[in-house]
T-cell receptor, first 114, second 121 residues
């Protein structure tokens, strides 16, 4: 069965600094991997996804993530944080060819300081 | 519709009462998912439908929880004899994913509704 671990329930960065949100997954078959974002008082929305092919994927708002099979990781990065990036970020996994149950991590809340 | 619609947006009920939460998915989306999100937690999988049938209900916590999708579109999550621990935001999501005998094709990108916040007093 698949699972997701997000390291750090809260991350705080200064505006303009690098954002790094960590995600490790467990899956018995090739996974699909996702990052979703939840802005205050809004619903969850897709930030980016990895299916197959290129391991570095780019998403909206300058975010990107790299799938590293050897490390079972899918960390989310952004070179320069903006105040508007403050939100909760969820890593998720579903299994290729399986039942498509998507499992979410506990989330990481990103704070951006001026 | 243009997005996933959930009603009611807020529901306050008393312990022991029956509750129904409704989800209207994006038109044409064949897969529909229910999740529960407690404060400070990620979405917890409850059940997912492919068409009218429940393809995976392994996340339903107990037999007080039940969900239906009779015509393959709108779904209703039903909670009987509510308990205070049922208080949470219930999220519905839909996706356009095709299935074949070999499995599924395409990543199941979920489009979420705004959620129904349930408070059991």
């Amino acid at each position: 069965a698949q699972s997701v671990t997000q390291l750090g329930s809260h991350v705080s960065v200064s505006e303009g600094a690098l954002v790094l949100l960590r995600c490790n997954y467990s899956s018995s078959v090739p996974p699909y991997l996702f990052w979703y974002v939840q802005y205050p008082n809004q619903g969850l929305q897709l930030l980016l996804k990895y299916t197959t092919g290129a391991t570095l994927v780019k998403g909206i708002n300058g975010f990107e993530a790299e799938f590293k099979k050897s490390e079972t990781s899918f960390h989310l990065t952004k070179p320069s944080a903006h105040m508007s990036d403050a939100a909760e970020y969820f890593c998720a996994v579903s299994e290729l060819g399986g039942g498509f149950k998507t499992i979410f991590g506990a989330g990481t809340r990103l704070f951006v300081k001026a | 519709g243009a997005g996933v619609s959930q009603t009611p947006s807020n529901k306050v009920t008393e312990k022991g009462k029956y509750v129904e939460l409704r989800c209207d998915p994006i038109s044409g989306h064949t897969a529909l998912y229910w999740y529960r999100q407690s404060l400070g937690q990620g979405p917890e999988f409850l059940i997912y439908f492919q068409g009218t049938g429940a393809a995976d209900d392994s996340g339903l916590p107990n037999d007080r929880f039940f969900a239906v999708r009779p015509e393959g579109s709108v779904s209703t999550l039903k909670i009987q004899r509510t308990e205070r621990g049922d208080s949470a935001v219930y999220l519905c999501a839909s996706s356009l994913v095709t299935f074949s005998g070999a499995g599924s094709s395409g990543a199941n990108v979920l489009t979420f509704g705004a959620g129904s916040r349930l408070t059991v007093l």
